[in-house]
């Protein structure tokens, strides 16, 4: 079998409403579709969605890499060979983990539709058919950060993810507070910071936020800070979780040799696929570190992905976030997520397991006219 064509789609892809987090105030996403068609007509997708808070990749940066860099090197190659073409595509595009997602996950697909099983199988098994979410309320004033809160009970969360950093630390103290007041006591809370406090914020901030039963405080201090991450981590009660840190399976070991976090945050698109998203997870399972799935709000193609990463993993102490697709005024793929109980069926199809919506595709490409 031999790859016979690559396609890259850009699209024109909108969120529901404006999403706050961080510095950054989103209302649309630079998602790329890649479409790789064998001689045997096989067809696997990927997706890439890049954050320009992470990487300097671009919509235009991707589609560019996948047409000039990508094209050259994969095109005619068996695609059941895909981590030595990964790994080569590694040393021509050293800083683009959302370029090579976008491969790594068109690639997963063909091989599983190939042997007529789900990239969990091919993963090595699942661990679970259902995967544990949290919801997630975006920084903003505190009514609307309840009113957002309380809708997303209504999905069956048992866990909510809040952000901080926007504003003063006290401020945004209060409107946690606040959230926390507005909820059933059995509803636990994330803290996603986006490196965004000081070592000092942070140490003021551990006790309110304990009391209010913060589980787990993700990426507080800047990802440069190592020595700060470690004394907030020795002096905390509550877990930390790095996500800004980690890039790579040797970021997880340099948390594990500093003692930055105790959990890591997996996201599929940022780390560059599932193939180095399981070398991340196995580095962490040797190394006593936790570990969580997340996401940057991708379409239903990554989705299934970060789905299938979380059923392959041993253990999932904490719930994930892979509900982007609910973010965005349409989907590409006509078997959308559907959140039941605060769960995600993982997809048991060949390959991702997800069908591709075409009309919907071509509607939000953005080379249209």
């Given at each position: 079998?031999?790859?016979?064509?690559?396609?890259?789609i850009?699209?024109k892809a909108n969120?529901?409403?404006?999403?706050?987090?961080?510095l950054?105030?989103?209302?649309?996403?630079?998602?790329?579709i890649l479409?790789i068609v064998?001689d045997?007509?096989?067809?696997?997708?990927?997706?890439?969605?890049p954050?320009?808070?992470?990487t300097a990749?671009?919509?235009?940066?991707?589609?560019?890499?996948l047409?000039?860099?990508?094209t050259p090197?994969?095109l005619?190659?068996?695609?059941?060979?895909?981590?030595?073409?990964?790994r080569?595509?590694?040393?021509?595009?050293?800083?683009?983990?959302?370029t090579?997602?976008?491969?790594?996950?068109?690639?997963w697909?063909i091989?599983?539709?190939?042997?007529?099983?789900?990239?969990?199988a091919?993963?090595?098994?699942?661990?679970r058919d259902?995967i544990?979410?949290h919801?997630?309320?975006?920084?903003?004033e505190?009514e609307?950060?309840?009113?957002?809160?309380?809708?997303?009970?209504?999905?069956g969360y048992?866990?909510?993810?809040?952000?901080?950093?926007r504003?003063?630390?006290?401020d945004?103290?209060?409107?946690?507070e606040?959230?926390?007041a507005?909820?059933?006591?059995?509803?636990?809370l994330?803290v996603?910071?986006?490196g965004l406090?000081?070592?000092?914020?942070?140490l003021?901030?551990l006790p309110?936020l304990?009391?209010?039963g913060v589980?787990?405080?993700?990426q507080?201090?800047?990802?440069?800070?190592?020595?700060?991450?470690a004394?907030?981590?020795?002096?905390?009660?509550?877990d930390?979780?790095?996500?800004e840190?980690?890039?790579?399976?040797y970021?997880?070991v340099?948390?594990?040799?500093?003692?930055t976090?105790?959990?890591?945050?997996l996201g599929?698109?940022?780390l560059?696929?599932?193939?180095?998203?399981?070398e991340?997870?196995t580095?962490?399972r040797v190394?006593?570190?936790?570990?969580?799935?997340?996401?940057?709000l991708?379409?239903?193609i990554?989705t299934?992905g970060?789905?299938?990463?979380?059923?392959?993993?041993p253990d999932?102490?904490?719930?994930?976030y892979l509900?982007?697709?609910?973010?965005?005024?349409?989907?590409?793929?006509t078997?959308?997520?559907?959140?039941?109980?605060?769960q995600i069926?993982?997809?048991?199809?060949?390959?991702?397991?997800v069908?591709i919506?075409?009309?919907?595709?071509r509607?939000?490409?953005?080379?249209?006219?």
């Amino acid at each position: 079998m031999k790859i016979q064509s690559i396609e890259a789609i850009p699209l024109k892809a909108n969120f529901k409403q404006l999403f706050q987090f961080g510095l950054i105030d989103r209302k649309s996403s630079q998602n790329v579709i890649l479409k790789i068609v064998t001689d045997e007509g096989l067809v696997g997708y990927g997706e890439a969605c890049p954050v320009p808070a992470f990487t300097a990749e671009t919509q235009k940066s991707v589609v560019d890499n996948l047409n000039e860099r990508v094209t050259p090197l994969i095109l005619g190659k068996d695609p059941l060979d895909s981590e030595p073409l990964l790994r080569q595509l590694e040393r021509f595009l050293p800083h683009c983990p959302f370029t090579l997602t976008a491969v790594d996950l068109a690639l997963w697909d063909i091989a599983g539709k190939a042997a007529n099983l789900s990239v969990t199988a091919l993963l090595g098994g699942k661990y679970r058919d259902k995967i544990t979410m949290h919801g997630s309320v975006g920084w903003g004033e505190p009514e609307s950060m309840v009113e957002t809160a309380l809708a997303q009970l209504e999905l069956g969360y048992t866990a909510l993810k809040l952000y901080a950093g926007r504003g003063l630390l006290d401020d945004d103290l209060k409107r946690l507070e606040r959230v926390r007041a507005s909820l059933p006591a059995e509803i636990q809370l994330l803290v996603d910071v986006n490196g965004l406090w000081s070592v000092t914020d942070c140490l003021k901030a551990l006790p309110r936020l304990a009391a209010i039963g913060v589980i787990v405080l993700e990426q507080p201090l800047p990802a440069w800070d190592k020595d700060g991450q470690a004394e907030v981590v020795r002096r905390s009660s509550i877990d930390l979780a790095a996500d800004e840190s980690v890039y790579q399976s040797y970021d997880v070991v340099e948390v594990a040799r500093r003692q930055t976090a105790r959990v890591i945050n997996l996201g599929l698109s940022k780390l560059g696929g599932l193939l180095r998203s399981r070398e991340c997870a196995t580095v962490a399972r040797v190394s006593g570190l936790k570990v969580m799935v997340g996401s940057v709000l991708v379409l239903g193609i990554a989705t299934a992905g970060g789905l299938h990463l979380a059923a392959s993993l041993p253990d999932l102490p904490y719930p994930n976030y892979l509900v982007g697709p609910l973010k965005y005024e349409q989907d590409v793929v006509t078997n959308p997520i559907r959140v039941e109980g605060g769960q995600i069926a993982v997809p048991g199809g060949p390959g991702l397991g997800v069908e591709i919506d075409e009309a919907a595709l071509r509607r939000q490409d953005a080379r249209a006219k």
